[in-house]
């Protein structure tokens, strides 16, 4: 891999893919890996926000060695398949916190940004109206518990996401700054 990676990582209902989704639009020398799961697709959720799999076909990836990286969340995989990124683009990968120590392991130049909600409250609130029942959005705001505390300490930038267009900014600013850092 040649560009830079980018991970962002963050609790469920941070608001994670429409911050990445936006910073895609606005930065053309950034690619999206497309993540494996053997989630179910939710109610009104894209096709391709994920590769979509069965368990049978993503263990039989990770025994081909078809993986950046991969983990369990909330009992189901997820992972990243090897990236193929266009020539010339730096890499964003939208994992937790697992997967996001993974890659930091085996590329220690790879800029970590941590998202934080800014109020539990917030967080129930966007992962209700995601379409997720109270059973899961509990279970997620009970998750976030554990992983925050493990994220902050990973993260090389942790950004609180008040508003999408602060948090674009502050990630547009960590972008360019990665990028003046490795033309050094
Ligand atoms: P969700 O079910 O809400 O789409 O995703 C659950 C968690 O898994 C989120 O924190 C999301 O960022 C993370 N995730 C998505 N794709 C991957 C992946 O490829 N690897 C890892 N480690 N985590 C992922």
């Known amino acids: 891999m040649s560009g830079i990676v980018?991970?962002?990582?963050?609790?469920?209902?941070?608001?994670?893919?429409?911050?990445?989704?936006?910073?895609?639009?606005r930065d053309s020398a950034l690619w999206l890996s497309r993540s494996?799961?053997?989630?179910?697709?939710?109610?009104?959720?894209?096709?391709?926000?994920y590769n979509f799999v069965s368990?049978?076909?993503?263990?039989?990836?990770?025994?081909?060695?078809?993986?950046?990286?991969?983990?369990?969340?909330?009992?189901?995989?997820?992972?990243?398949p090897?990236?193929?990124?266009?020539?010339?683009?730096?890499?964003?990968?939208?994992?937790?916190?697992?997967g996001a120590s993974q890659v930091k392991q085996q590329h220690p130049s790879a800029?970590?940004?941590?998202?934080?909600?800014?109020?539990?409250?917030?967080?129930?609130q966007r992962l209700t109206v995601r379409g997720d029942d109270e059973r899961k959005v509990d279970e997620r705001l009970r998750k976030a518990e554990e992983e925050e505390p493990v994220g902050i300490a990973l993260a090389d930038h942790v950004i609180i996401n008040h508003t999408l267009d602060q948090t674009i900014a502050d990630?547009?600013?960590?972008?360019?700054?990665?990028?003046?850092?490795?033309?050094i």
Do not use: C
């Open 36 to 49: 494996w799961t053997t989630r179910e697709r939710r109610p009104g959720e894209a096709d391709d926000a």
């Open 6 to 25: 980018f991970v962002v990582s963050g609790p469920g209902g941070v608001g994670k893919s429409t911050v990445v989704g936006e910073l895609m639009k």
């Open 111 to 124: 800029v970590l940004i941590f998202v934080l909600p800014p109020s539990r409250e917030e967080q129930r």
């Open 55 to 80: 368990r049978d076909a993503f263990e039989a990836h990770i025994v081909a060695g078809g993986f950046l990286e991969w983990t369990t969340f909330l009992g189901n995989y997820y992972g990243t």
């Open 82 to 98: 090897l990236p193929t990124p266009t020539p010339g683009k730096d890499i964003v990968l939208e994992i937790e916190v697992d």
């Open 171 to 183: 990630m547009l600013a960590i972008v360019a700054q990665a990028r003046r850092a490795a033309s």
